[in-house]
């Protein structure tokens, strides 16, 4: 059984950063494809940034050229960078595990391990 655990959220103004972390334990980090997605009050939760084990990456449209999402395997860590944060990025963001480690994009389907969640909130 795999433990995902997220830290790094908080509450920012428009333009500011924030850096996610996942740490993960009771599996082998290095092959899993990792995620980040983000539930907003009254919304689904959706899609944001993955990684393969192999280092490819793949994005939703609304948070390209603003996030970037990495890993370390020495550290058993997803990252997510978010700049230029928006208000329409503010909800509560999880982190994801699928054991599918070539997967590079994962879905809500595809995940097999889910993290409680950060809250992220950006003020306009």
């Known amino acids: 059984q795999v433990q995902l655990v997220e830290s790094g959220g908080g509450l920012v103004h428009t333009g500011g950063s924030l850096r996610l972390s996942c740490a993960a334990s009771?599996?082998?980090?290095?092959?899993?494809?990792m995620g980040w997605f983000r539930q907003a009050p009254g919304k689904e939760r959706e899609f944001v940034a993955s990684i393969s084990w192999s280092l490819g990456t793949a994005y939703t449209d609304s948070v390209k050229g603003r996030f970037t999402i990495s890993r370390d395997n020495a550290k058993n860590t997803v990252y997510l960078q978010m700049n230029g944060l928006k208000p329409e990025d503010t909800a509560l963001y999880y982190c994801?595990?699928?054991?599918?480690?070539?997967?590079?994009?994962?879905?809500?389907?595809?995940?097999?391990?889910w993290g409680q969640g950060t809250q992220v909130t950006v003020s306009s």
């Open positions: 994801a595990a699928d054991r599918a480690g070539n997967r590079i994009r994962i879905t809500t389907v595809t995940t097999d391990y």
């Open positions: 009771g599996g082998t980090f290095s092959s899993y494809a």
